[in-house]
């Protein structure tokens, strides 16, 4: 994604603090933010480059815990409609309790889905925070 720094500016946008870590899905908050302001295009021509490595990834239980966390947190913001986190946390969920029964040898699908479940409490019972993360 690329923005213009002036748009940016005069709108006084920042990333939300509150998504730490990876932040797992503040390029979609930061997007329907700033969009607000005017026009968003995209550019079929683009080509990006992802650097992501397999090596050094944070505990699966953390990233879990954000697939469903984040979406919750953003549709109550404002900036994530409900039904769009609810198939993406149903999207995570299955595809981590699915893949766990023959796991990558790089992911944590087993922590994920420990993650899943945490948040899906926490939700429940009215206490689920992004934040939380820094403490699984």
Avoid: C
Avoid at 34 to 45: D, P, Y
Avoid at 109 to 122: C, E, P, Q, T, Y
């Amino acid at each position: 994604m690329a923005y213009r720094l002036s748009a940016i500016r005069a709108a006084g946008l920042r990333f939300d603090e509150r998504l730490p870590l990876y932040a797992w899905y503040e390029d979609i908050d930061f997007s329907r933010q700033i969009g607000r302001l005017g026009r968003i295009v995209r550019a079929n021509g683009a080509k990006g480059v992802h650097l992501g490595s397999k090596l050094g990834r944070t505990p699966g239980r953390r990233l879990g815990y954000s697939q469903v966390a984040n979406p919750l947190y953003l549709s109550r913001k404002g900036t994530f409609p409900l039904d769009h986190a609810l198939r993406s946390i149903g999207r995570n969920i299955a595809m981590n309790a699915l893949r766990s029964l023959w796991s990558e040898p790089y992911i944590d699908r087993r922590g994920r889905i420990v993650g899943n479940w945490l948040a899906l409490r926490d939700a429940l019972r009215g206490s689920l925070s992004p934040e939380k993360i820094l403490t699984l």
